[in-house]
């Protein structure tokens, strides 16, 4: 049978595999307030199984992917809404593993649906590519051993912005943080104090703001109180948007205003409130590697408009994927788990690679800014890139949080 | 000191007048009719969606796209006068076809199908508009801020809510008061039979006061809508569960009921904020809700009559 190799492999899993194709997984938010990214990440997937099996885009420049098909099996994509839902997310998911018999699934925006989806991964052995989704626990106190992520976690984009807020703000600024009060906006709440503090900067408050809360107004509140230099404002999607509007009715319009993470589903509703704020990226099309270019040009042949992180995100991770696939010389899921745990590679998005002890990839971090209405207009896209930060100077050790929060659990059979 | 008094002030009326906005239109169809009306959510949907394409010229997803831009862009002043007026005719047209066969039935089927009425707008709407929120981009007058005596800012369009909340109030407390059809629609509610014996058309007088219910719904939408993002999904999340909290807390069938909780919900909102976090706010509201209605269950003002 194509693609096995080896009298130690036992079935595991979806493992090995009937017939002559193999089943990749997009699970995402195709409806609700995240469909935004969604659907962007939903291009890059069926773009990525189209150059996998046919060649074009960056498979052409990958010397282990030949273009057609992974280890002779051609690929076949599987799609589920996951509605930003945790709950419709673990049954499309589980579906998608019982009946479409997948051998890996990506794609997804919500940290909470991605923290659920991790046991799921290692129950059933799928390689699970996080993307995406910031929040520390997935390479943190949730890991698990067939969960990788490449997107940056929280710790990653506070690195980046630690090396570029005080060129941009100043020093010693005194800065106040509105976070979502739960595991998403405490992580970055956290880093962001940390790694402020050890710039200069002094942190003069806090105020948490209930999740799927719009009202900003007791926040702000706290805010004036304190008249800070500064708000790092860790939100997102339309409480995000609707905070920056309350902000701007409070006369902050001026205030330097920090979102660690950016992106389509909060910038859309955000519009003019946007402008000038400043964050991170997983992606820029005008950043990157000259890869970024070849990416940018077969999406916007295929689909008519300019990619964003979304979808070269859920693009890379298919690749990268497919990459370790072949190098392995087996689908068997924990050996190209193993494969993944010490892969490396550079496409579109720079220097990227695993670490075994928590499954994140070390890598750059982009950090942008909001623009105007005008320039989305003729450009396509929210964000202007400010500076790329480099993986080495992003990267934390596996003793420092959140990967020393994660205990990696074995493969088990 | 002053300066922490009219900041905690404004807060708790801020969201006070918020919590009122979108409950008072259903209590009076609830209370006035005793008709369940769970479409409410779709009237201040309506109501936040036709002020935004009533004001502006509007970017938009969904099937709408291929049309984009679309919109009068006529100014947020003549949506805020436009919005209650259509919103009071699709009353209207509501009570003729879907209340006023329903005011005999169960409660439960008069939420069933107001219910139905609500999901089907909000899809309707994510798919003629898609499903991103929308921000209403103010004039100078209706935005930025108001200094205190130099002591604190405001958010001046909260303020212009707060106000135009105690005049509608008092609007609305005239016309049960003092109108002969505010008078039709109370002695309706006890006995519609006895008023018709007595040659009063009742059913004209409950068709107005549904429409004006309509009306406050859609007055909701664009006095509260701008503060927030405008998405298909705000007529449960924002409106309905805060709706149905304040009016049953409040005392089905008592305006004055639904004031005096919305204010308690403000106040202890911010009271728990300010000490604890946003999220033991929201707990801290439905703790209220139970304690209330554990020691008085009809609510704070009662259901059995009609009260201003």
């Known amino acids: ?413 | 000191m002053i300066d922490w008094a009219i900041s905690f002030t404004y807060l708790v009326l801020s969201y006070a007048s918020v919590f009122i906005l979108v409950a008072i239109g259903f209590s009076i169809a609830f209370g006035s009719l005793r008709f369940v009306n769970l479409a409410h959510g779709a009237l201040y949907l309506i109501g936040a969606y036709l002020g935004l394409f009533v004001a502006f010229e509007m970017e938009v997803g969904g099937i709408a796209e291929a049309w984009s831009p679309i919109g009068l862009g006529w100014g947020f002043a003549a949506a805020l006068l436009l919005v209650p007026v259509a919103l009071f005719a699709i009353g209207i047209v509501m009570e003729r076809l879907i209340a006023k066969p329903m005011y005999d039935r169960s409660m439960l089927d008069q939420l069933l199908v107001t219910f139905g009425i609500l999901i089907v707008v909000q899809e309707l709407i994510a798919i003629l508009f898609g499903r991103r929120g929308y921000t209403y981009d103010r004039p100078g007058w209706a935005s930025g801020a108001i200094s205190v005596s130099g002591v604190t800012s405001l958010n001046r369009w909260r303020v212009y809510v707060i106000v135009l909340t105690v005049l509608t109030l008092l609007l609305l407390y005239a016309f049960y008061k003092f109108t002969d059809i505010g008078l039709a629609v109370r002695a309706g509610t006890e006995d519609d039979e006895m008023v018709e014996l007595l040659g009063i058309r009742v059913g004209r007088a409950f068709m107005l006061i549904f429409a004006i219910g309509a009306a406050y719904a859609g007055l909701g939408g664009i006095l509260a809508g701008p503060i927030f993002t405008v998405n298909p999904e705000i007529g449960i999340t924002e409106v309905l569960i805060p709706a149905l909290l304040v009016v049953i807390v409040g005392g089905v069938g008592s305006i004055t009921g639904t004031v005096v909780a919305g204010l308690l919900f403000g106040f202890v909102f911010v009271s728990v904020d300010a000490l604890l976090t946003g999220t033991w706010a929201r707990i801290g509201i439905f703790t209220l809700a139970v304690v209330v209605l554990t020691i008085k269950p009809t609510g704070l003002f009662g259901p059995e009559e009609i009260t201003t």
């Open chain 1, 1 to 413: 049978m194509a693609g096995c190799a080896g009298d130690q492999e036992q079935p595991l899993g979806n493992y090995p595999i009937d017939g002559d194709t193999v089943g990749y997984g997009f699970n995402g938010p195709l409806s609700g307030i995240l469909a935004a990214d969604g659907e962007q990440q939903r291009d890059g997937f069926e773009l990525a199984i189209d150059h996998l099996n046919n060649g074009g885009g960056l498979v052409d420049h990958i010397d282990d992917l030949s273009g057609d098909g992974v280890l002779d099996y051609e690929v076949e994509g599987y799609t589920g809404d996951t509605e930003g839902d945790e709950n419709v997310a673990t049954d499309t998911l589980e579906r998608m593993i019982d009946r479409d018999e997948i051998m890996f699934f990506t794609g997804g925006i919500s940290s909470s649906v991605e923290v659920a989806s991790i046991p799921i991964a290692a129950d059933n052995h799928v390689v699970h590519g996080a993307v995406f989704s910031h929040t520390g626990e997935i390479t943190g106190t949730d890991c698990g051993p067939y969960t990788f992520r490449s997107a940056m976690s929280a710790r990653t984009s506070a690195e980046a912005l630690a090396e570029v807020l005080p060129e941009l703000f100043g020093e010693d600024q005194e800065f106040f943080q509105i976070y979502l009060d739960y595991a998403y906006g405490q992580s970055n709440r956290d880093h962001m104090q940390a790694l402020m503090e050890d710039e200069g900067w002094t942190q003069v408050g806090t105020s948490a703001i209930a999740y799927g809360e719009t009202d900003h107004e007791t926040q702000i509140n706290d805010l004036a109180s304190e008249e800070p230099d500064v708000l790092v404002f860790t939100s997102m999607g339309d409480a995000m948007a609707s905070g920056l509007s309350q902000l701007a009715d409070r006369g902050f319009e001026d205030l330097d205003v920090v979102v660690p993470l950016l992106s389509a589903f909060s910038m859309e509703p955000a519009g003019e409130a946007a402008e000038g704020v400043v964050g991170t990226a997983n992606w820029h099309p005008s950043g990157g590697t000259d890869w970024s270019d070849d990416f940018t040009e077969a999406f916007e042949d295929e689909y008519g408009y300019t990619p964003g992180q979304a979808a070269m995100e859920v693009y890379d991770a298919c690749l990268h994927y497919s990459a370790a696939v072949e190098e392995n010389g087996s689908f068997h899921p924990e050996e190209v788990a193993e494969t993944l745990e010490t892969f490396e590679w550079e496409y579109a998005m720079g220097e990227m690679g695993y670490r075994e002890c928590d499954h994140q990839a070390t890598r750059p971090a982009y950090v942008v800014e909001g623009v105007d209405e005008e320039t989305y207009e003729d450009t396509g896209i929210w964000l202007d890139l400010v500076e790329e930060i480099p993986g080495s100077e992003t990267e934390y050790s596996c003793d420092e949080e959140p990967a020393s929060n994660c205990e990696m659990p074995a493969r088990e059979d």
